[in-house]
């Protein structure tokens, strides 16, 4: 059973580009997590989503910034206009059903450089 | 903002125990106490989670105090690969969402 795939591992943009990450849930999840973790920080939540909808955006800046959970295929995590600043590690988490007592896996990360 | 106190840093030897502590003196009734760790800049892996009885699995065992307040993550024989931050994290439900809020954890080093 894979675990929680993204990609790509690494990708490399030039400011005023767009940024694609994707994430591959476990299989049988359907709820996904992103978050984002700068240099020397820690993870800061962005963004939670089930099949199709968003259910807490509360960490996701308020331009430039979006995620989607399709039906079929990956969550998305887009970022339109890459800034310097945008250059983190973003994770990818899945569960599989709602719930305090449901454990969340971790995907690799994506490493996002924007020169 | 992360409900939950830990040491910044704590070093442990090689073959011995590694006892980790965490306070959550505001922690509710229904929510529970999670452990993941970040090895060096890879994804956060699970450790244990738990209520209110302690629980033990492969990697580790957690304990928690009766009133519910701290916690004790405990690597009964740490290696070098156990190296890593550790995080304790109170999971809450904010109007559905349940999402893992991770503070700045324990950076746990173990020596040789």
């Known amino acids: 059973n894979a675990g929680v795939m993204q990609n790509p591992r690494h990708l490399v943009r030039r400011r005023g580009q767009e940024a694609r990450l994707r994430c591959s849930p476990m299989k049988g999840h359907s709820h996904v997590y992103w978050y984002r973790q700068l240099p020397e920080e820690g993870l800061k939540f962005m963004v939670y989503l089930q099949k199709e909808n968003i259910i807490d955006e509360s960490g996701m800046p308020k331009e430039r910034f979006s995620a989607e959970f399709p039906k079929e295929g990956p969550s998305i995590l887009r970022i339109q206009q890459v800034v310097r600043g945008d250059s983190a590690a973003y994770f990818c988490?899945?569960?599989?059903?709602?719930?305090?007592?449901?454990?969340?896996?971790f995907g690799s990360g994506t490493q996002l450089s924007v020169l | 903002d992360a409900k939950t106190t830990q040491p910044t840093s704590m070093d442990c030897a090689e073959g011995r125990a590694a006892n980790l502590p965490c306070n959550h003196s505001?922690?509710?009734?229904?929510?529970?106490v999670y452990w993941y760790r970040q090895i060096h800049s890879q994804g956060p892996q699970y450790i244990i989670h738990?209520?209110?009885n302690n629980e033990t699995n492969e990697m580790a065992s957690l304990i928690i105090t009766e009133d519910r307040k701290s916690s004790t993550l405990i690597l009964p024989h740490a290696t070098l690969r156990d190296t890593a931050v550790y995080y304790c994290i109170v999971r809450l439900t904010q109007g559905g969402s349940e999402k893992l809020v991770f503070g700045k954890g324990t950076k746990l080093t173990v020596n040789p």
């Open positions: 505001t922690i509710s009734g229904n929510e529970y």
């Open positions: 738990g209520l209110k």
């Open positions: 988490a899945s569960s599989r059903v709602h719930g305090t007592n449901e454990k969340l896996f």
